[in-house]
């Protein structure tokens, strides 16, 4: 089983920087492509990012490209998601969520996809 822990959210003004952090409680935490997802109040889940197993590829949605990273640290079973030049549009339940199968060669973007997820951490952007 997989168990992961998102934190790091908050309130920020426009402009401003968070990082968030996923924490995993597994061992094969290193062969997983791992993602971020967020949703808005009224709005589905939408993908943010996602990183393969090594952290050597990485995909963006069109709406966070250049201003959000994705990243991992596997020695410490942790993704993250570093957000710069925060908009109110960027306001959301951010989740993070890792594959079943290990060692994935393709990094998908749709949430159906991903097995695991995590309970979310509220990002609050005023402007």
């Known amino acids: 089983q997989v168990q992961l822990i998102e934190s790091g959210g908050g309130l920020v003004q426009a402009g401003g920087s968070l990082r968030l952090s996923c924490a995993a409680s597994v061992r094969t935490f290193g062969g997983r492509n791992m993602a971020w997802f967020r949703q808005a109040p009224g709005k589905e889940r939408e993908f943010v990012a996602a990183?393969?197993?090594?952290?050597?590829?990485?995909v963006y949605a069109d709406s966070v490209k250049g201003r959000f990273t994705i990243s991992r640290d596997n020695a410490k079973n942790t993704v993250y998601l570093q957000m710069n030049s925060l908009k109110p549009e960027d306001t959301a339940v951010y989740y993070c969520?890792?594959?079943?199968?290990?060692?994935?060669?393709?990094?998908?973007?749709?949430?159906?996809?991903?097995?695991?997820w995590g309970q979310g951490t509220q990002v609050t952007v005023s402007s």
């Open positions: 969520a890792a594959r079943l199968t290990l060692y994935g060669i393709t990094l998908t973007q749709i949430s159906s996809e991903y097995t695991y």
């Open positions: 990183i393969n197993w090594s952290g050597e590829s990485t």
